[in-house]
């Protein structure tokens, strides 16, 4: 593996969120036969690229009640204490410095910290880049693909109904998925 210095696309400056071609996205399993997918409406990702990519840091907003499964009824039991208790904590953050970013060739790992309802753990998404470009309006653009698994207990999030047939409804682990694009700033 090397480090984030030697990709060749490495720039220096301060990238912030192209929301439009954008999303967070999650799944979890629902009557442990199928899976509920979901999405949210409202985040923000800032990531700075310093001389010494050891000094580099990714930080990323989610606002949790802009949570949208296409459900109504669900999207706001989501949002009530037995989930993401959005009165006490609206947002979910994802934080990492680095010396916890990993790249090799266009593929990463980015040791971070969740946290959610107030609970703070560490998170690994792993990744590929999609690239670096200059568009065709004079902005320099980066993308990247992520993933990673959570347990959705580590984070207080416990509810949970018995199936008659046994299991629960839904699953403990929640895998994250992200599709962002960056702007740099000029």
Known sequence: MTAIATHPK???????????HSEISFTVRHLAISKVRGKFEKF???????????????EATVDVSSVNTGQDARDNHLRSSDF?????????????????IVIDGEN???????????VTQPVTLTGELGGV??????????????????????????WN???????????DEVTINLEIQVLLQK
């Open 84 to 100: 993401f208790l959005v009165e006490e904590h609206p947002n979910m953050t994802f934080v990492a410095k680095g010396d916890e």
């Open 10 to 20: 490495y720039i220096v400056g301060t990238w912030t969120l192209e929301p439009v």
């Open 133 to 158: 470009i200059d568009d065709p309006y004079g902005n320099v653009r980066a993308g990247a693909t992520a993933s990673a698994k959570i347990n959705r207990q580590d984070f207080g999030v416990s």
């Open 161 to 171: 109904a018995a199936l008659e047939a046994g299991g629960f409804t839904l699953g």
């Open 108 to 118: 990463f790992t980015i040791n971070g910290h969740l946290t959610l309802r107030g």
């Open 44 to 58: 923000d990702v800032t990531i700075v690229t310093a001389e010494d990519p050891k000094d580099s840091t990714i």
